[in-house]
Each structure stands twice: as structure tokens, then as C-alpha cells.
Nanobody, 124 residues
């Protein structure tokens, strides 16, 4: 069993930054992809970013490209999402997720393990 726990959410002013963390515990797998998704109130959950196990492949939603950076530290069993130049539209619950192979899927249904979510609120 794999558990993921997000932290680092909060309320910031537009233009500010936050770094979300994802702590991974339990029975991890060697080739898992880590993704970040978000869901704004009344909207579908959407893809934000992913990173493969080695860190050599990253993908970003167009809405966050150039502003967000995904990273991971496998030795510490941690994943991160650095969010810069935040705008009001970034307000959402952010979820860390993992899948047990190295395919670079941007579809939430392809991820089998999820954190509980952490709220990010950006004030205009």
C-alpha cells in the first residue's frame, strides 16, 4: 500500500509563490510517475504536471507552463510542485498522485494512488 500526503498549501496574493510537497510512504515502486492535479470549485479535476521516476521527463498543463516546476527527491520519498507567479485562476485543491509504471499519462484515471489534497487560494 502506498500513501501520499500533500502539504504546503495556503493563501497567497496574486504574484506570490508556494511550494507544495508530497510525502510518499508505504510500499513504493521503482518506476512510478508522480503527477499533480487540481480541482477548482464546481470544475473537473485537471492535470497540472507530471514527472517520471528519473526526473528526466516532465509535462505541464499549458495554463501553468513557465510558472510551475515539478521535481522529486526519490532518496527522501518526496515530490514537489513549485508554484510561482500565482494568479487567481490557480485557486484549487491540489492533489499529488502516483501510478505504478513510467507512462507519462495526463489522465487522472490512470493514477492509482492519491493524496488527500491541499487547498491553494490566490487572492487578487
Amino acid at each position: 500500500q502506498v500513501q501520499l500526503v500533500e502539504s504546503g498549501g495556503g493563501s497567497v496574493q496574486a504574484g506570490g509563490s508556494l511550494r507544495l510537497s508530497c510525502a510518499v510512504s508505504g510500499r513504493t515502486f521503482s518506476n512510478y510517475v508522480m503527477g499533480w492535479f487540481r480541482r477548482a470549485p464546481g470544475q473537473e479535476r485537471e492535470f497540472v504536471a507530471l514527472i517520471d521516476y528519473s526526473g528526466s521527463v516532465t509535462r505541464y498543463a499549458n495554463s501553468v507552463k513557465g510558472r510551475f516546476t515539478i521535481s522529486r527527491d526519490n532518496a527522501k520519498n518526496m515530490g514537489y510542485l513549485q508554484m510561482n507567479s500565482l494568479i487567481h485562476e490557480d485557486t484549487a485543491v491540489y492533489y499529488c498522485a502516483a501510478r505504478n509504471n513510467n507512462y507519462h499519462s495526463q489522465v487522472d484515471a490512470d493514477y492509482g494512488y492519491w493524496g488527500q489534497g491541499t487547498q491553494v487560494t490566490v487572492s487578487s
